[in-house]
């Protein structure tokens, strides 16, 4: 348990908190920073002033400001002395751990705040569960298998996990994705948690790695920094958690702030998605077939297996591949959507059957439990695909298993009573929030109805210190040969970014097949902070990603040259389909709009301080540059030169 803090300015019973807050920023941004030789910035005084207010009102605001600006010691700054000023924490949501990793790493944000400022401040991450190492995953696979880097995990857990004789003063933290850096992110996915696990009934609950690390990170005084998915996750389930008698994910907040906040869509999306396994349902009722049940019951589960392996057919055989996506796209037939219709009301029967077994008969409490969270799951799930024009679905597969995915189309009503509707400060700080200066397409899809807004510029000189190439891709080996040699020029020292994990393969392959002078590090052969760690260490490296178009922070000559190998177009998949079939005009509205922002995000990856300089080399096709190339100039910080 941590103690509460003190704001780290004095105040009396006659002062008014944020007359004394607007002091202590002037004196810090004044006067304390470039004491400590930090240069005094217009657009952080500018910006602290407009957050001073939504802190003030209790105001949802965009702060929408450029690379180099300093935004995050603004809102840190402000985040600390709210949280200590309401005794609650901050929480700080970021698009993904790289995000994470710029805040809370050695001589980061966090820690250089602390040493300018003189404070002590009690921050804590919230992970995803899928970032923590599954026991009951890893005890089950551990005499199964001779995968090294498995076994190496195993060895590394904690004593006390696999001695039940061990007292509770003996509990560490433990399990955290972090500390296997050596493990693939495919590696990963077979000990880790995923959808399909009943953590609620398991007999590792209290001590597993996830529920160490949530007890400790729950008693956070100033900061709880944890990621849009997890966020969105504690949405989602604080209701049926608090049903179930568990806490919610996240403690009550005094404000949120959304670090590269125009992302929150997708992770409430993904938040609020179900996935099917065909193997899972056959698992669960299985399980339940082995009880003391009634014959009647029985039949009834044998009905569900029967028409959940035909639909699960059907799924299969209608499915169709989305170049540069793992899904599936699926055109829901009247076939199918009888079968689901017909799957739903015998699922809906055999929960009704259960309460009555498990009444009349002696059922393990464990399994009970299991069964009923399942079907439940699995209901609601199939209740959205079955309303009109409610559901977003495609199949995955992987490792032999295939998953029928059920997404949400729009999640505006819900962020608005769950989220926005709360009386408390909500920070939204990206370089690209607005399009073209408007804010609203961001806020609706959020269902944010009121907020205040504000653009400050980067005070970077690009002309000076960025050129940007533009390239046409007229065939796809020649261009990989080029991008080679733009490497092989710059001696390494570049990120490549590609649209998708299919193009940075593709380019993997061919790479393959070169000899190069440097290294060539790949996002997901590691866990990520360890790849971009190991990327500024080696000055010469390539880091070749496709997720990292946001929040990589590398400033030096670790990094001076950026390629990105194709325009960043959202995928053809299900989930952009269903966005295109509801605009008028999707190219406009969809398509666009997510690809100039990503490539301005992208872009922002070279200059990152004022005495960096390089180049961005930047691909497209003949097409692409009729069609674009009047909308680029007017995104890009400089004219691209062809």
């Not at 995104?635 to 030169?641: G, Q, T």
Request: aromatic residues 12%.
């Amino acid at each position: 348990m941590s103690k509460q803090q003190s704001i780290p300015f004095t105040i009396d019973k006659t002062d008014n908190f944020f007359d004394r807050l607007g002091d202590y920023i002037g004196d810090v941004f004044y006067d304390i920073l470039p004491e400590q030789g930090y240069e005094l910035r217009d657009e952080q005084i500018y910006m602290a002033f407009q957050l001073e207010q939504a802190f003030k009102n209790k105001r949802t605001i965009f702060a929408e400001a450029g690379v180099g600006t300093g935004k995050t010691f603004v809102y840190l700054l402000y985040a600390i002395c709210y949280a200590r000023y309401k005794g609650k924490p901050a929480i700080i949501s970021c698009a993904d751990e790289t995000l994470i990793e710029q805040l809370v790493k050695k001589s980061g944000d966090i820690e250089k705040l602390e040493e300018a400022l003189g404070l002590d401040v009690d921050v804590r991450l919230a992970k995803a569960r899928e970032n923590y190492v599954c026991i009951r995953k890893l005890d089950s696979i551990v005499n199964q298998t001779d995968d090294e880097d498995i076994l190496r995990v195993h060895d590394e857990i904690p004593d006390f996990v696999l001695d039940t004789s061990a007292t509770m003063k003996t509990f560490e933290r433990y399990g955290d994705r972090k500390e296997y850096p050596w493990v693939s992110d495919e590696t990963w996915d077979k000990i880790a948690w995923d959808p399909l696990q009943q953590c609620s009934t398991c007999e590792w609950r209290h001590r597993s790695g996830q529920t160490l690390n949530r007890d400790y990170y729950r008693h956070a005084t100033d900061i709880i920094i944890c990621s849009h998915d997890f966020y969105m996750e504690h949405v989602w389930t604080k209701e049926s958690r608090k049903r179930e008698g568990q806490l919610p994910l996240l403690p009550d907040a005094s404000c949120v702030v959304f670090d590269e906040g125009h992302l929150l869509e997708f992770a409430a999306q993904k938040g609020l998605t179900y996935r099917f396994n065909f193997e899972a349902l056959s698992s669960v009722l299985t399980g339940y077939m082995g009880q003391d049940v009634r014959e009647e019951s029985l039949r009834l589960v044998e009905d569900i297996l029967t028409v959940n392996d035909e639909w699960f057919k059907l799924l299969v055989d209608g499915a169709m591949v989305v170049e540069g996506s793992n899904r599936l796209e699926i055109n829901l037939t009247k076939a199918m959507h009888e079968m689901a219709q017909n799957l739903y009301e015998k699922v809906q029967q055999l929960l009704e059957q259960l309460v009555f077994d498990a009444e009349l008969f002696t059922m393990d409490d464990y399994h009970t439990k299991i069964i009923e969270e399942y079907l439940e799951y699995f209901s609601y799930g199939l209740s959205i695909l079955l309303k009109n024009d409610e559901g977003i679905y495609w199949l995955e597969e992987s490792g032999g298993t295939t998953t029928f995915v059920i997404m949400p189309r729009l999640v505006e009503d819900v962020l608005r009573k769950e989220v926005f509707s709360q009386n408390i400060p909500f920070v939204f700080s990206s370089a690209t929030l607005s399009q073209d200066g408007d804010f609203s397409y961001l806020a609706d899809s959020l269902g944010i109805e009121e907020f205040d807004f504000f653009s400050v510029a980067s005070p970077f000189d690009y002309e000076g210190q960025m050129k940007i190439n533009g390239h046409i891709e007229r065939e796809k080996q020649a261009k990989w040969k080029s991008i080679g040699e733009q490497l092989t020029q710059n001696e390494g020292k570049s990120l490549v970014l590609f649209a998708s994990l299919h193009e940075m393969n593709q380019f993997r392959r061919w790479a393959k097949k070169q000899a190069w002078p440097f290294k060539l590090l790949y996002e997901g052969d590691r866990e990520i902070s360890e790849t971009v760690k190991g990327f500024q260490i080696d000055e010469t490296a390539v880091l070749c990603a496709y997720h990292l178009w946001e929040g990589l922070d590398v400033p030096g000559d670790a990094l001076t040259q950026v390629i990105i190998a194709s325009l960043p177009f959202p995928p053809k998949d299900p989930v952009f389909q269903a966005k295109r079939k509801r605009s008028t005009h999707p190219e406009i509205e969809v398509d666009a709009p997510y690809m100039l922002l990503r490539l301005r995000q992208g872009v922002g990856r070279l200059i990152r301080t004022s005495e960096d300089a390089g180049r961005i080399h930047i691909w497209m096709t003949a097409y692409e540059k009729m069609l674009y190339q009047s909308r680029l100039a007017n995104v890009l910080p400089v004219e691209i030169e062809w």
